[in-house]
């Protein structure tokens, strides 16, 4: 091993980009519920997340602020009228990821405004998961969510998860210009005021997201949950190339005249790790001795552990989150603030496109807290969430190589996941086409009674949310010239999913060099915690490469 | 094949001892004697059901038709129009109750998926014929006593609803109604079932025992829970 102190003259605390020299430590990747130590060639760049931005000394009072500075409306005192109906919509499990140390943000804002409608006169207060077609959370996470307090007195009745198949509650308020179905919750729009609590964890998040995608079921998720809205979005995190948001956004807005909506929008820094594991969040240049010991000592214990025990080891691990910004007020407006500050904490600026892209895949993502991410979800991670963590420009080139390091055991979870076994080994193996399953299959599933039922009555995703998820890595499939899947305990997996794979990053990365030259540019984007990419070309080539910003429309709902 | 929903082009079939309510074919009869009308009538019929109690659980354990054929004969004697008589009755006392709290929420969710609800159950169709009604199902598949004279004889019109059998209904009123089986459901809690669930294309345990449960996991199913 290198030593500590020629570790350190390497070392350049403000560059968020490093390139890998002889003196460079080996990486730590994730793989699943596991650590990888890897050495990378020479010359390969390390994206590192951007430092924790420092969090607000007094949330509370940032909190109160927000409410009574509102934007492009009046302060939510003045909007809260004695005997209204109020309805407070929030965001749901999968974010933030892992979920935070309590008290949790929502915790926090509700009761700053529960107190406030108490003030107020405002007794018909309810409280609504905005889960879309996610999961139902359990009571347990519901608790954990809001704290003791306030789950004591509003569950079980006036506390619920949004049920998007209730018959009769979803309400229709038109279509757009392009003819979208808006639809969302009757609870909505019965209640004379809806305050949303979002929490913002990437760009993609909030604004009109919020109401017009937590608050709709399967027939308004038609109108941009399409293999066709996806392909029309050049970049997630970019909105203005984002045939997904521009759909969103024009639901949105229909929303907005036709109920009136508080939105309180928050943004949380990326520390995910403290105490204990905070080496995890570090450079490898920056470790001392005893944080190689805890680095040899963790992966010596995840080695001896069944992988059951390594995922609850590491799902009861909560996340040491700061909030980092608070707004309040009109959708767009707000939104818009806490976006400069998410854009702030997300992105780093990376010189030029990279042949050949490693991700190490870890054990969580939005749509399996506390449960398995099974290998729908780590395609949904590789192609989906991975190779599109970029503002504008794809890190990876067209064409190019990313290596994603998950041993992609075939393991799902029957009570969360039911309907993605049945997408994964029966329709998988007919086909991978994103359109034909989309016409030939989504429908039936989305229809099927068993899982309407257990996404209803048990803690299941929809029958509908496989496909969002293979919808989701559609633009990764169609840049992608391939896919190396590094680690993998079985072949049928990544045949399955349609990539390659190798037993050890090196032999990947041949693989890789075999197909792009052997001098193919390399870069490893170093998560968790999460790191955004915001690719600096020359203004000639990002017009190629973007075009002229308008997304491509989406197809007829 | 296309899998798009067309309406009235597949149907939901529902076990439902165990699957549907929590009470079975032991239960109605168990109504029955207990309404004998005589006192006489209803201890002889009790002490005799008693007795053959353990001959009954061994040719559950051993073999559902068995059973079937061996519990049935317990009706002899017993006048149709008595049986048709209580079975209101009993269904308003006995079976109402017993239905698990998620049925109808499932046979909700089936109607909306445009499924035809049928119940397929070895109860006899007498006692069924109401909770149907009561479950808002369109059709039943059920065992029927034979009677002569207006009295039963201990058998039941073969074949029996029962394992093979009623898959081969199922298949048989798939055909009738113009239903396609690859994109039909079946719900059944018991691995005696399991024929009626590989025949249609959309299986699912439901309150499943354990050798269900065991095999609804090989062979990925879902698995609901309406208790």
Not at chain 1, 414 to 421: D, E, L, N, R
Not at chain 1, 429 to 442: G, I, S
Request: aromatic share 8%; proline share 6%; charged share 25%.
């Amino acid at each position: 091993m290198r030593p500590l102190d020629r570790l350190r003259k390497r070392y350049d605390a403000d560059a968020q980009v490093v390139v890998q020299d002889e003196d460079s430590p080996p990486r730590m990747i994730f793989s699943g519920e596991e650590v990888l130590l890897e050495e990378l060639p020479l010359g390969t760049r390390v994206v590192f997340p951007n430092p924790p931005i420092q969090e607000l000394a007094n949330v509370k009072a940032a909190v109160r602020w927000a409410l009574n500075h509102a934007e492009g409306t009046d302060p939510l005192h003045a909007m809260l009228r004695p005997g209204m109906k109020l309805l407070v919509a929030i965001d749901d499990i999968s974010l933030p990821l892992p979920p935070m140390r309590t008290p949790d943000i929502r915790q926090v804002v509700l009761e700053i405004v529960l107190e406030l409608c108490a003030d107020s006169g405002v007794d018909d207060v309810h409280l609504l998961i905005a889960n879309a077609l996610h999961r139902r959370m359990t009571e347990a996470e519901m608790k954990r969510m809001v704290g003791e307090r306030i789950f004591a007195a509003y569950h079980p009745d006036r506390y619920t998860n949004h049920d998007a198949e209730e018959p009769d509650g979803i309400v229709e308020l038109g279509r757009t210009d392009a003819g979208e179905r808006v639809r969302i919750s009757r609870r909505a729009t019965e209640a004379d005021l809806v305050v949303y609590l979002n929490v913002n964890f990437v760009p993609m998040d909030g604004g009109h997201k919020s109401v017009g995608t937590g608050l709709t079921d399967y027939l308004g998720l038609r109108a941009h949950h399409t293999p066709h809205a996806i392909r029309g979005s050049r970049s997630y995190m970019e909105p203005r190339h984002s045939a997904l948001h521009s759909s969103v956004d024009r639901i949105g807005r229909v929303i907005d005249r036709e109920v009136d909506v508080f939105h309180i929008e928050t943004a949380l820094n990326n520390r995910m790790f403290d105490g204990p594991m905070a080496f995890l969040g570090k450079r490898e240049e920056d470790f001392g001795e005893l944080d190689r010991a805890a680095l040899a000592g963790l992966r010596w214990t995840l080695g001896k552990m069944p992988r059951e025990l390594r995922r609850k080891v590491f799902h009861s691990v909560p996340a040491a989150y700061g909030v980092i910004a608070v707004a309040a007020g009109k959708t767009e407006p707000t939104h818009e603030k806490i976006l400069e500050t998410v854009r702030r904490q997300s992105f780093v600026k990376v010189r030029g496109q990279s042949d050949v892209l490693i991700c190490g895949i870890p054990y969580i993502s939005p749509y399996n807290v506390n449960s398995i991410l099974n290998p729908l979800l780590v395609q949904v991670m590789a192609d989906g969430y991975f190779f599109n963590m970029n503002r504008g420009i794809p890190l990876v080139k067209k064409g190019g190589t990313m290596i994603v390091c998950h041993p992609c055991a075939d393991e799902f979870d029957p009570v969360q996941h039911p309907s993605y076994i049945e997408f994964f080994h029966r329709l998988l193996p007919e086909t991978r086409d994103a359109m034909v399953l989309h016409e030939k299959y989504e429908e039936e599933f989305a229809r099927n009674p068993s899982y309407v039922h257990l996404y209803r009555k048990g803690n299941a995703y929809h029958g509908a949310h496989p496909f969002y998820m293979w919808y989701w890595g559609e633009n990764g499939r169609q840049h992608l010239g391939q896919v190396i899947a590094v680690g993998t305990e079985n072949t049928h997996v990544p045949e399955l999913l349609g990539w390659d794979r190798a037993d050890t990053l090196a032999e990947a990365i041949d693989m890789a060099r075999g197909r792009q030259g052997r001098t193919a540019s390399i870069t490893l984007m170093h998560h968790p915690p999460m790191v955004m990419t915001e690719v600096v070309v020359g203004a000639e080539e990002e017009q190629k490469l973007l075009g002229r910003g308008a997304p491509a429309p989406t197809a007829p709902a | 094949m296309h899998e798009r929903v067309q309406p009235g082009d597949r149907g939901a079939f529902f076990d439902v001892d165990g699957t549907l309510i929590s009470t079975n074919v032991v239960h109605a009869y168990a109504y029955y004697v207990f309404n004998r009308g005589t006192f006489f009538g209803t201890a002889g019929r009790l002490l005799k059901g008693l007795a053959m109690a353990p001959v009954y659980a061994a040719a559950d354990a051993w073999n559902r038709k068995v059973f079937n054929e061996v519990f049935y004969q317990a009706y002899r004697g017993l006048s149709e129009d008595r049986l048709v008589e209580l079975a209101d009755d009993l269904c308003k006392e006995v079976l109402e109750p017993a239905v698990y709290p998620g049925a109808r929420d499932l046979i909700d969710e089936a109607r909306r998926a445009g499924c035809r609800i049928v119940l397929c159950t070895g109860a006899i169709d007498i006692t069924m014929k109401p909770l149907a009604r009561l479950l808002g199902a369109d059709d039943l598949i059920a065992n029927s006593l034979q009677f002569v004279e207006g009295f039963a004889t201990g058998k039941v019109i073969p074949p029996i609803v029962e394992g093979a059998h009623k898959a081969r209904r199922i298949r048989d009123y798939c055909v009738e109604h113009g239903l396609k089986l690859d994109v039909s459901h079946a719900y059944s809690d018991s691995m005696s079932d399991y024929p009626m669930l590989s025949v249609v294309g959309r299986p699912c345990a439901v309150n499943a025992d354990s050798g269900l449960r065991r095999t609804a996991r090989a062979y990925e199913w879902p698995m609901v829970d309406l208790r």
